[in-house]
């Protein structure tokens, strides 16, 4: 079953999928009044089967809550939330690990993020 996860953040969304069980990053795509179809060309394009999205604690859990409504209201998978507690940290180390080039850690992190997220419903 492909999967999909979702880092919510105010200006834009990273994206990770699982595809048999390998996760891979999808480019980060602005959050804006296109985000739903976009979304959904994403779900078509990859046969995804389930979305989680990463719920962060305090104030932004709530407007992360409200996304996930949204999305559930606008699509017919099943969408669960995922702890998403210092999952840009780890995604920050991943990042480094990897040597990727600074100027590249604000396309990629949020989506980095995203893979973290999504390797945490398969822990």
């Known amino acids: 079953m492909n999967l999909l996860a979702l880092d919510y953040g105010t200006k834009k969304i990273g994206l990770a999928v699982a595809v048999k069980g390998i996760i891979f990053t999808l480019p980060?795509?602005?959050?804006?009044?296109?985000?739903?179809?976009?979304?959904?060309?994403?779900?078509?394009?990859?046969q995804i089967k389930k979305i989680y999205v990463g719920l962060s604690e305090g104030h932004f859990a709530k407007e992360t809550l409200i996304f996930v409504d949204r999305l559930?209201?606008?699509?017919?998978?099943?969408?669960?939330?995922?702890?998403?507690?210092?999952?840009?940290?780890?995604?920050?180390?991943?990042?480094?690990?990897?040597?990727?080039?600074?100027?590249?850690?604000?396309?990629?992190?949020?989506?980095?993020?995203?893979a973290v997220i999504l390797r945490r419903v398969f822990s």
């Open 28 to 46: 980060a795509v602005k959050n804006d009044q296109n985000i739903i179809p976009c979304l959904q060309k994403i779900i078509y394009q990859n």
């Open 72 to 114: 559930r209201s606008m699509l017919s998978l099943p969408i669960d939330t995922v702890e998403e507690s210092v999952s840009t940290i780890e995604a920050e180390q991943i990042f480094k690990t990897n040597q990727n080039k600074r100027k590249r850690y604000d396309d990629k992190i949020d989506s980095i993020a995203a």
